[in-house]
Structures are given as C-alpha cells and as structure tokens.
C-alpha cells in the first residue's frame, strides 16, 4: 500500500514541516534522495552550503520547473522568509553554483535585502522528489503539470518538504502555508485564494513558521469562524508560554482565542512508501476558547 493510502485516517493540521527561511535553487539534472548528503550540487559545494544553510535555518530545496526542460546554464534562485509577518520573496538567476556563496543567508531572518527581484505572485512548490518517496512523483507532477498550465512561471516542481505521506505535498511561498492531499482543482482554489490575499482552507496543514500546535490553533480557529483572510497572528499562550499543547491566535480586529491541543495514537503503518511500519500520534484540538474583549 503507497503510504499516502496508508495514511488517509491522520489528520492534517500540524503537519507542516517548520520552516521560516527558503533557499530554492533550480536544478533541472537528476536527484538524489536528500539534497545534502547526496551532494546533489557537488562535492565541493555541497559541505559549505550545508554548514550556511544550517547555521542561518534556512531549508535548501532543489527546485525544478514542471515538464521536459532543456538546460540553458542559467539557474532561477528563489529567497524566502515565512515569518508570520512581513514574509517576502525574491528571485534572482546565477550562472555557477559558486555564486550561491557570495551572499549571507542570515540575511534570510531580515527584511528583503534587495539581493534579487521582489516576487509579488504567490508562487507554488509541489513536491516531486521520487527518490525520496514515489507518492510525491506520482500524485506530485501531475497537479504541478495542471497549475503550470495556468500559472505559468509561478508554479515549481520540488524537493522533500516534509509529510510525503500527505502528497500530494504542496507550499506556497512566501507564506509557507503548507497543504496535503489536493488534487488540480482543489489546488488551483488554493493559488486563487493566495493572489486574492486569502488562505483556503481545503487540505491546509498549517503555515511553516508555527510549531505544530501553533500551527493546528490557526487551522482550528479558521474552520471555527471561517476566517478565509491572513488577518490572524498565532502566539504562545502568555499563561504557559513554553507550552506545546496550547497557543493564543489573535485577530487584527482584537478577538483572541486561546486553543488547546491533545495527542491522539494511531496503529503502526508506514512513514514512507516501502517502510516498516511504525505506531503514530497527531495532534488534535482538544479545545478553543474565545477570550473576553480586553
């Protein structure tokens, strides 16, 4: 059984792998299955590469445009910081992997730096990394072939993201809203939504600044007062502010929630297509409360 089949039953909510800063860079060739330890960029690049990436937390990501390309020798890079608030993105093209060195990827926690052109359209990665699980190829390239079709330019193949086992696996930059499970119809919704300056709700895993259970506060809340707007800002809950089971989700308008999350334990399946299975948990609501206006 693929593991997406498998796991049909886990919730989405508070999957999304936690992620604020993106470095996205075009790689028509084949890949390995983990862009660092295969050396995917090269042998000399790659260990350099890794140590910036890691001491900035910025995620490298492999990214690739939908269909048969010729290689031109020019390479679009993408920077993108999903910070809840003032999340940007630029683009920009090199002509050797080198120059992927020549900028600090701290700058990524800032910001725009004005190292590339401003990206105003939501663009979308769909993961498609079949080396790494072939959910992601097979449920993957065909919604990224469908909204390449209509979104020309703003649609890329790509790199592991996180939660094969939720593919298709779609992220949108740079928001870092992070969706499972859509298919061409459902995923274009969400492409409209986002140039609307709003957020679908349909296959919503949460946004990849957030912890998970921040990440469930925001879904749970937006499904309780259908709040398709970005207007909502998730916090620690003040009361227990190193808390992992609940977190405060404010509205611009001033309304507050305070939501509460609880595990819940699944029987053993597989992670990835071919795994042993293994026992799971998810996060689950366990209660929202609105707050008294202040």
Known sequence: ???SAAAAEIPLPGTATRVTGWLCVEHPGAWG????GDEVLGPELTPELAARTAAARVRPTLIRRPGRNEF???????????RPEGSWCERFEITDLNQLLDFDLRLLNGPPPGIGVPVHDPLVLVCAHGKRDQCCALLGRPVAAELATKYP?????????GGHRFAPALVLLPSGLTYGRLDATTAEEMV???????????????????APHEQIAEVAVREQISAATTDLVVTPDPGHPTSTAAALVTHRDGRRWRVTTRTIAFPPRQASCGATPKPVTALAVDTIYQLPAD
């Open 1 to 3: 059984m693929p593991c």
């Open 33 to 36: 299955r983990d862009v660092i």
């Open 72 to 82: 031109t020798g020019t390479r679009t890079v993408l920077l993108a910081s999903s």
């Open 153 to 161: 330019g703003q649609v890329w193949e790509c790199s592991h993201t």
């Open 192 to 210: 409209e939504a986002a140039r609307r300056g709003a957020v679908s709700l349909t296959g919503l895993r949460g946004r990849s600044c957030y």
